[in-house]
């Protein structure tokens, strides 16, 4: 968790959802400064490798930016699957699209982005899969550093999808980090050197939602957004942030097996399967 999500907003959208002052980007921007903004399409099945959009604050102090204010400033566009700076591949990033906020402040792949670079990753809604035995008995999913039947357990098992989101349609404001890559196989000078990735933290689920899997993102407040994007953000004001995921407003829905396919990406994959008349678990795989 999190492996999968959607995204539908324009650039437009989320620069208001956000709250986001309007910028021009000058066609000369240096991209080993400052991550790239693309346009990006709808995308209702969001898997790792994929290019994504990322709200993020002030640049790190010591960049020449350090007047800007706190909160939310910049939509920008980075590859979700994070590649450490000393990385020798980009593919490791495919490993690394989940940073875990338990030991996102220790693990050497992550340490360095927790610290000073930090963002919003914008989701319309996120997916998980509750395991469904045999015998029609569900249980939530695991994960593989908690578990050590995990495989075992997901081989053996049907996959239930589940939509988690506002019940109000406010987007979500995922807690992600970012980091910069430099490919050595090109040239410095070649913008395709330059690669910006995120990965998401994930935290234990709450109550409300630890029937689906025992991990969830961590989904951060309006009011938290300033403090986890300030670079000067201390340890202790960054773990509590992490804490207060409001799942109180979290809704589920139970959707179509048509999301455990990439292949498969539109607006119905959110529908609940209820509300399709597909009458419950009978989609099942």
């Known amino acids: 968790m999190c492996g999968r999500y959607a995204q539908s907003r324009n650039r437009n959208q989320l620069r208001l959802a956000f709250d986001l002052p309007e910028e021009t980007i000058p066609e000369e921007a240096d991209p080993r400064a400052w991550p790239p903004l693309e346009d990006l399409p709808p995308d209702y099945n969001v898997s790792p490798g994929r290019s994504v959009y990322a709200v993020l604050g002030p640049p790190p102090r010591g960049s020449g930016e350090a007047d800007e204010p706190a909160g939310p400033r910049h939509l920008r566009t980075l590859r979700w699957g994070l590649v450490p700076s000393w990385a020798k591949d980009r593919n490791i990033g495919y490993r690394m699209i989940n940073a875990r906020g338990e030991t996102v402040a220790d693990k050497p792949a992550f340490r360095a982005a927790f610290r000073r670079r930090r963002c919003l990753l914008p989701a319309?809604?996120?997916?998980?899969?509750?395991?469904?035995?045999a015998d029609g008995r569900a249980e939530p999913s695991t994960s593989p550093a908690t578990d050590p039947h995990h495989r075992r357990r997901k081989a053996k098992a049907a996959k239930r999808p589940f939509a988690v989101r506002y019940g109000d349609d406010e987007p979500l404001a995922m807690a992600g980090i970012f980091e910069r890559w430099r490919d050595p196989e090109v040239d410095e000078d070649d913008p395709a050197a330059w690669l910006w990735t995120c990965a998401v933290i994930t935290t234990e689920a709450a109550p409300e939602l630890a029937h689906i899997h025992e991990r969830m993102p961590v989904i951060l407040s309006r009011d938290d957004w300033a403090t986890w994007l300030d670079p000067d953000s201390g340890?202790?004001?960054?773990?509590?942030?992490?804490?207060?995921?409001?799942?109180?407003?979290?809704?589920?829905?139970?959707?179509?097996?048509?999301?455990?396919?990439?292949?498969?990406?539109?607006?119905?994959?959110?529908?609940?399967?209820?509300?399709?008349?597909?009458?419950?678990s009978d989609t099942l795989f």
Do not use: C, F, K
């Open 124 to 133: 319309d809604a996120y997916y998980e899969w509750q395991l469904v035995g």
């Open 235 to 280: 340890a202790d004001e960054l773990a509590h942030v992490m804490a207060a995921t409001p799942a109180e407003r979290l809704v589920s829905d139970e959707v179509s097996t048509d999301v455990n396919s990439i292949r498969n990406n539109g607006p119905e994959l959110l529908t609940p399967v209820a509300a399709a008349g597909d009458g419950g």
